[in-house]
């Protein structure tokens, strides 16, 4: 059982929009930042999303961020084929002192 | 161009031993955080350990606390991880990840992943 919930798969037809929700407590993301994470099949994660909405270079802008009070978001549009991957969201907790991760969510582009 | 190389993973038996090296380059290692995050077959992202940039704190996870130990060696730009007393619940991925800067802070680069298995 995650710290942060996420739901298990979300799935939308090609140049669609999705959005990935982390729902989380105030020892967590109430009161930290959020970042958000890729990983395609058979590779190790990569930053999509830091500081709850900024974006690494290189992250097109069709990946965005977002948070409100004890919960994030993460936006996706112009949905492609290659965005197929399990995204993750994490973030400090305050209360356990470390990390802490989402299930994750496997997106799959119809 | 920042790079994180795992090694030292393998097959190990229950109650035994490894330890895993990061060797990193392209960028003043000692200023940023660090931090171990595994993943077990099939499974999601488990947060292990953290240590700091400078002075050296160190963070676990309670599932590994007591048998697992993180440092750093600053001049061989190295990030190590002790493992002991291996359990079948251990057998995992394990990356290497890069802190923007702080500890709280985003993991911004992430290694390969080394492989540990742990079975009889």
């Known amino acids: 059982q995650s710290v942060l919930t996420q739901p298990p798969s979300v799935s939308a037809a090609p140049g669609q929009k999705v959005t990935i929700s982390c729902s989380g407590s105030?020892?967590?993301?109430?009161?930290?930042?959020v970042s958000w994470y890729q990983q395609l099949p058979g590779t190790a994660p990569k930053l999509l999303i830091y500081?709850?909405?900024r974006r690494p270079s290189g992250i097109p802008d069709r990946f965005s961020g977002s948070k409100s009070g004890t919960s994030a978001t993460l936006g996706i549009t112009g949905l492609q084929t290659g965005d197929e991957a399990d995204y993750y969201c994490?973030?400090?907790?305050?209360?356990?002192?470390?990390?802490?991760f989402g299930g994750g969510t496997r997106l799959t582009v119809l | 161009e920042v790079q994180l190389v795992e090694s030292g993973g393998g097959l190990v038996q229950p109650g035994g031993s490894l330890r895993l090296s990061c060797t990193t380059s392209?960028?003043?290692?000692?200023?940023?955080?660090m931090s171990w995050v595994r993943q077990a077959p099939g499974k999601g992202l488990e947060w292990v350990s953290t240590i700091s940039g400078r002075v050296n704190n160190t963070y676990y996870a309670d599932s590994v606390k007591g048998r697992f130990t993180i440092s750093r060696d600053n001049s061989k730009t190295t990030l190590l991880l002790q493992l002991n007393s291996l359990r079948a619940e251990d057998t995992a991925i394990y990356y290497c990840?890069?802190?923007?800067?702080?500890?709280?802070?985003?993991?911004?680069?992430w290694g390969q992943g080394t492989m540990v298995t742990v079975s009889s």
């Open positions: 105030t020892s967590n993301i109430g009161n930290n930042y």
């Open positions: 392209g960028f003043t290692f000692s200023n940023y955080a």
């Open positions: 990840a890069k802190h923007d800067t702080w500890t709280k802070d985003a993991f911004n680069v």
């Open positions: 994490g973030t400090w907790s305050s209360s356990l002192s470390g990390w802490v």
């Open positions: 500081d709850n909405d």
